[in-house]
Each structure stands twice: as C-alpha cells, then as structure tokens.
C-alpha cells in the first residue's frame, strides 16, 4: 500500500518519490556499524525484538502522525531502521536452527512460509479495500500489530533452547568482487523497487486493488519455487543460481 499512499496523501513529483528512498534506505547502509557494535552484546533474538518494536513504531507514526511529507521521512527512517536491522537476521536465526545440514532447504522453507504470509496480506489488502471500506490507517496498524507480535514471539525463544551460532563481521580484501556485486544488485533492486510501482501507480493509474492482486500472484508462484529453489542451491550450489538470477533479471528490466 506504501506507494499509493503516498501518491493519494501526499501527490509527491517523481522527484520526491525517489528523495523518498534515502531515509527508507540510509539505515541499510549503517546496520552494519548497529549490528557490528549491539550484536554481540544482545544477540540475535534479543536484537530482533528490538528491531520489530522500533518498526511497528514507525508504521504507526506513518499511519496516525505523518501531516506533512517532511514528518512522514522521520517516521518512515525510524520503520526502515527496524526492518533493516531485522532483515540480516533472519538468515542468521535461520541457519542457527537448521543445525548446520542442507543450510538452503532449510531457509527455503522458511522464505516459502513467508510468502504464504504475503499471500494473506495482500488478500487482505484486496477484500479490504474493495469490499470493507479500509483505509492507509487501518493498513499500517495491522503491519504494527504484526511486528509487535513478532517481538512477543522472540520474546518466547530467549527463554527457549534455541543456540545462535557464533558470528563475528567479516571485511576481507578477497571479498572484494563479492562486495561490488552486492552494490550492484543493491543499485539495480532500489530503482527498480522505487520506480516499477509508480509507473504503474502514475502512467497506467493503477489503485492499491491491483497492487494486492499481482502481490498474489507473485507470493502464490514464489510459496511454491522458493522451497524448490533452496534445494537448488544445495544441489548446484550459491554461485550457480546467483549467476541465473543475474541473467534473468537483465531480461526483467
């Protein structure tokens, strides 16, 4: 919903639209040092539940408390800086209960568990908006109550048997390729996550209806592929399916 809500709440340029992305984005590129220096001190879980509270915060500062686009950017820096926090931690708690056997399956299973919950959401998304009268508020207050549910159920496993893995932040100088490559997805990614939308939102006036039916529909193939392609990875290994990916997404674009 984010990108029709900014279109209907605040008529934003193209302009703005992509100004938009340096406070949704910025806390990505500090997590590192976020991660780097709490990390080792909370942990793995206990960082989660900080990082969904910090998110659920900021949604409902966008839905409730957001006048004016400039307070908008506040809220919406303090919700990416949870979900950027959060983000990196999923693997790690991941692979932390997959014991160390077929790493891929496992966090397959859990990508295509998470794309049955977007299936939901955009469902919900859909019958709302067409049938229940829902508004951007209500939206952003069931993505809030989600990620505070998130946190409670953290909570339950620090006092669980769950073991994370022991990590440390690697910076190698024969690590260097891989680091561009990241830069050049992460690039690649960002427009077209910022622009796609709003093409479709701005040049074929798509409302949020339509948003949530292809948001199925790409949950619905991915619940799916997701699984298959973790096993993929165990079978033909990371550098394999990164490099397909590549190939692919050049025809995408």
Known sequence: ?????????????PFMRGL?????????????????????????IRLAIIANMIAAVG????????????????????????IHIYLPLTSSIGMSLSDG???????GMFQG?????????????WLGFRFFNFNYRITFSISAIALACAALIFM???????QPRKTRVLLKKRYLLFY??????GARKQVFLTFAPWVLIKIFKQDVEIFAVLGIIGAVTGMFFKPV???????????????????????VC
Do not use: Q
């Not at 984005?25 to 942990?43: A, C, Q, R």
């Not at 339950?156 to 769950?162: L, Q």
């Open 1 to 13: 919903t984010f990108n029709n809500f900014l279109d209907k709440t605040y008529s934003i340029t």
């Open 113 to 125: 568990i998470s794309t049955a919950a977007t299936v939901m959401g955009c469902a919900v998304v």
């Open 59 to 82: 949604m409902v500062g966008i839905g409730f408390f957001a006048p004016t686009y400039g307070i908008l950017l506040i809220w919406l820096f303090i919700m990416s800086s949870g």
């Open 20 to 44: 938009t992305e340096f406070p949704r984005e910025f806390p990505g590129f500090f997590v590192v040092l976020i991660s780097f220096s709490v990390f080792h001190f909370l942990g793995d």
């Open 101 to 107: 056997k077929k790493d891929g399956s496992v966090l």
């Open 229 to 251: 392609l973790g096993k993929l990875i165990d079978l033909l290994g990371e550098k394999f399916i990164l490099a397909a990916e590549a190939v692919i997404l050049v025809f």
């Open 180 to 185: 561009w490559l990241n830069i050049l997805y």
């Open 156 to 162: 339950s496993m620090t006092r669980g048997t769950y």
